[in-house]
């Protein structure tokens, strides 16, 4: 019989962009009312973004942010001691963690299974979410990336179903259902919207200490990948639609030979408040509640782009009658 007396420890982890945080802040809207929920956020660039995001719109849960990318590599030594921090600061019913999509799952799951008792916490079964968008079958067996977060799975899911057709979906769920081990869930939603009984399983399908210890060296970066990011004062107002032109040209083209792998940003626009991104090479936008600042954090490859090209990039001038034809994108 489980310890009551642990609190119940949730990692949500997937690659970049595939809706972690909107799967949480769906759980928080929920439950966080009725439940005292602690959130670990581990955002993949420096200015810590999603648990701002979060911050503002579930202030009834108390975030902590681990800035700086990856969770599991120079920030892992960090982790028992945020958690206590959390655990310090309230009597926590739940906890939830989410590395970044720059991590690699199977060590932080490793470490908190070596540290439970210490820290106070009961492991609970492992949530991917993968990008039903992204999902190709040839890709998803020869990379590795992709074997990281589906080895770590204990429940699957594959999320933006609303962006996929019904033969992608259907192939994503056959590809999950034939995973050696099998999972104990392989889920599809849209939006991050997850069914509040996957936060109540304890079993946990794949999760051995030897199949950990198999893969807890196995994690590399790719040195070419490069983070940035900035803060600006709220007085500082954006164009909305100008930026969602630009953001929607740099998806496209990039910006000086590089490549935007992600973007997300909050901003205080004429039009209010907005949360804008890049993921899935789609640009997005939708309301934000965040007001403290303008903030913004990104990754590219090959090369480096530094705040100030940022900042001309997201901000230049438009020709609004030929750029418009080029805008790409949705408001959610």
Avoid at 78 to 95: A, K
Wanted: aromatic content about 4%.
């Amino acid at each position: 019989m489980a310890d009551r007396t642990l609190i119940p420890c949730h990692i949500v982890c997937g690659p970049l962009g595939v809706g972690k945080t909107s799967a949480i802040l769906n759980y928080l809207r929920h439950c966080a009312p009725r439940q005292r929920v602690g959130v670990l956020v581990n955002d993949f660039g420096p200015v810590g973004l999603d648990s701002t995001t979060l911050e503002a719109d579930a202030p009834m849960a108390t975030v902590l942010n681990v800035p700086g990318g990856c969770i599991c590599c120079t920030m892992l030594e960090e982790l028992p001691e945020c958690i206590r921090r959390l655990v310090s600061e309230q009597t926590l019913d739940r906890l939830i963690i989410e590395p970044s999509g720059m991590a690699s799952p199977v060590q932080v799951i490793a470490l908190l299974q070596e540290a439970e008792r210490e820290l106070n916490i009961r492991l609970q079964p492992a949530i991917v979410i993968l990008s039903t968008v992204d999902f190709d079958e040839e890709k998803f067996e020869r990379l590795a990336y992709y074997h990281r977060f589906s080895d770590a799975a204990d429940i699957l899911v594959f999320n933006r179903c609303d962006q996929a057709g019904e033969s992608k979906i259907k192939r994503a769920q056959e590809w999950a259902g034939n995973l050696d081990p099998p999972k104990l869930r392989v889920l599809t939603t849209s939006h991050g919207e997850l069914p509040l009984e996957i936060f109540e399983l304890t079993e946990q399908a794949t999760h051995t200490r030897e199949s950990l210890a198999h893969h807890h060296h196995d994690h590399s970066h790719d040195s070419t990948v490069h983070s940035g990011g900035f803060v600006l004062d709220a007085a500082r107002s954006f164009d909305k639609e100008v930026l969602l032109i630009n953001l929607s040209r740099i998806c496209l083209t990039g910006i000086a030979e590089n490549q935007v792998l992600r973007l997300k940003g909050v901003f205080h626009t004429h039009a209010g408040w907005q949360t804008i991104e890049i993921a899935n090479r789609m640009v997005t936008s939708r309301p934000s509640a965040h007001r403290r600042d303008n903030r913004m954090e990104w990754l590219t490859q090959p090369g480096v782009v530094d705040q100030t090209r940022m900042l001309m990039e997201i901000d230049r001038p438009v020709g609004f009658a030929g750029d418009r034809r080029g805008l790409r994108g949705s408001d959610r």
